[in-house]
T-cell receptor, first 111, second 114 residues
Framework: QKEVEQNSGPLSVPEGAIASLNCTYS??????FFWYRQYSGKSPELIMF????GDKEDGRFTAQLNKASQYVSLLIRDSQPSDSATYLC???????????FGAGTRLTVKP | EADIYQTPRYLVIGTGKKITLECSQT?????MYWYQQDPGMELHLIHY???????EKGDLSSESTVSRIRTEHFPLTLESARPSHTSQYLC?????????????FGSGTRLTVV
């Protein structure tokens, strides 16, 4: 069983819609959670991180964390074609920088 | 502006050649990592380092080796390249302790062994 699970997609949404990306993790010791965006042929770039249960908003992005359910999600509001990429979820134990990555969900935003 | 640099960006090399992929960072991070990623596939950790003179193998069995003689430099070497080594190699770094802000990745080296 993988430590961080994501639906590989592809997830397709129309421009302007809300894209919802989901992730589950198995290690209850995980404390920090990250969302990376990776454009095709490029390296991952960090877009959001969250430590506490609840929601964290940054512009059009909202990360949600539910530690009881071991569930992390990323919402992208007003999706744009430029949001089309693979989104990687990652989990990390506090004070341990060994980050575990999911396989990623490929998102396509259609104009 | 990139704070972690990988060279070369692309490399095509013949089977049996020895190659070194370079990775340098200017952020003073203690921890550095090498990942291998095939197109459309997940990241696989092949090596990591927690500081100078510290190196460890990752989850993915690899025929490569690494060294960490200086904090800023973490090169990866393949002694004898094979077509199965064809992939993208990503270097990353992070702060060493306490609250973390995630990894910073380099631009990657796309290696093709013919």
């Amino acid at each position: 069983q993988k430590e961080v699970e994501q639906n590989s997609g592809p997830l397709s949404v129309p421009e302007g819609a809300i894209a919802s990306l989901n992730c589950t993790y198995s290690d209850r010791g995980s404390q920090s959670f990250f969302w990376y965006r990776q454009y095709s042929g490029k390296s991952p770039e960090l877009i959001m991180f969250i430590y506490s249960n609840g929601d964290k908003e940054d512009g059009r992005f909202t990360a949600q964390l539910n530690k009881a359910s071991q569930y992390v999600s990323l919402l992208i509001r007003d999706s744009q074609p430029s949001d089309s990429a693979t989104y990687l979820c990652a989990a990390q134990e506090y004070n341990n920088n060994d980050m575990r990555f999911g396989a990623g969900t490929r998102l396509t935003v259609k104009p | 502006e990139a704070d972690i640099y990988q060279t070369p960006r692309y490399l095509v090399i013949g089977t049996g050649k020895k190659i070194t992929l370079e990775c340098s960072q200017t952020m003073g991070h203690d921890k550095m990592y090498w990942y291998q990623q095939d197109p459309g596939m997940e990241l696989h950790l092949i090596h990591y380092s927690y500081g100078v003179n510290s190196t460890e193998k990752g989850d993915l069995s690899s025929e490569s080796t690494v060294s960490r003689i200086r904090t800023e430099h973490f090169p990866l070497t393949l002694e004898s390249a094979r077509p199965s080594h064809t992939s993208q190699y990503l270097c990353a770094s992070s702060e060493s302790s306490g609250a973390t802000w995630g990894y910073t990745f380099g631009s990657g080296t796309r290696l093709t062994v013919v």
